[in-house]
């Protein structure tokens, strides 16, 4: 557990430094550059732009993954399934531009793009996803599905 909290920090050191190195532009309250200039996961800068969303990480763990995944023997405590913690501690370092476990050549959630993150694969039962469909034993509602379709295409903004 201490090393899960000590990375976590060492993933967020890494996210204020970068956001610290930004290209002169001013941030409007959204965190995005108020230049226009949006980039593809607020770090590198690449320019690409997502549509707006008012959808955050937060709402997404506090009304989803809270009340449907993060529990022990799932996707929380000591040992999570398929080493993913969706705990709202960990789940920014856990899903965001990390490679699944299942299918390495997807990330768990790819900002700006719903249809190759694997994690909107899992809930939506897509063919051809690894074992089943998440959440075990009852699935999401069409409205929570779109809720976080729309948060990986407005670039998974954390706040």
């Known amino acids: 557990m201490a090393v899960r909290v000590q990375w976590f920090y060492v993933l967020l050191a890494a996210f204020v430094v970068a956001g610290c190195s930004g290209d002169g532009t001013t941030l409007g309250p959204d965190g995005r550059p108020e230049s226009g200039a949006e980039s593809g996961d607020g770090l590198d800068g690449g ?3 997502f549509p707006p969303t008012d959808i955050t990480l937060g709402q997404i763990t506090t009304e989803i993954f809270a009340v449907s995944c993060a529990f022990t023997g799932c996707h929380a405590g000591g040992s999570p399934s398929g080493n993913l913690s969706l705990e709202a501690d960990f789940v920014a370092g856990e899903l965001i531009g990390v490679a699944s476990n299942q299918v390495p050549d997807l990330k768990r959630i ?3 793009n719903p249809d190759g ?6 809930v939506r039962g897509t063919e051809g996803i690894a074992n089943s469909q998440m959440p075990l034993g009852g699935t999401l509602t069409g ?4 809720m976080i379709r729309e948060w990986i295409a407005g670039g998974a903004p954390l706040q």
């Open 47 to 49: 320019g690409a732009e």
């Open 110 to 112: 790819d900002p700006g």
């Open 117 to 122: 993150s694997y994690l909107l694969m899992k």
């Open 143 to 146: 409205t929570q599905i779109e």
